[in-house]
Every structure is written in C-alpha cells, then in structure tokens.
C-alpha cells in the first residue's frame, strides 16, 4: 500500500514538471531496479529470463534516450 501510494504520487509529480516520454520510460524500468534487491535482500536470484528481460529494457532504454 505505501510502495504503491508513493510510487503513484511521485510519479504524477514527475509528470506535472518533465516531459511524458522520459517520465513514462523511467516509471516502466521499476521491475529492473527490484530485480538486484530480491537478489541481495531475498537471498534468492532471479531467474535467468529476467536478467535478459532487464538487459533488453536498457538496451531499449538506452536505445530512446541517444535517440531524442
């Protein structure tokens, strides 16, 4: 419930001041940031199919970012 609250709220308030492609491209990356602290906090790795899942998001990150 706080996670997502606060999520939602920061969320909102980085679009009322920065443009909607890098706030949305940002916001979808979320998952890639948890997958190192289920590993670290968990004590349980991530399956592989996620490491390549996380490895295409910043490839397509990256991808939009050096094209804007």
């Known amino acids: ?3 997502t609250g606060l999520g939602m709220t920061l969320q909102l308030y980085a679009l009322s001041g920065g443009p909607v492609g890098v706030v949305s491209t940002l916001t979808a990356t979320t ?3 948890i997958l190192p602290l ?3 906090f968990g004590k349980a790795r991530p399956p592989g199919l996620a490491w ?3 490895i295409c998001t910043v490839a397509g990150v990256a991808l939009i970012v050096n094209a804007g």
């Open 31 to 33: 998952p890639l940031i």
């Open 1 to 3: 419930m706080i996670g």
């Open 38 to 40: 289920i590993w670290f």
């Open 52 to 54: 390549v899942g996380a």
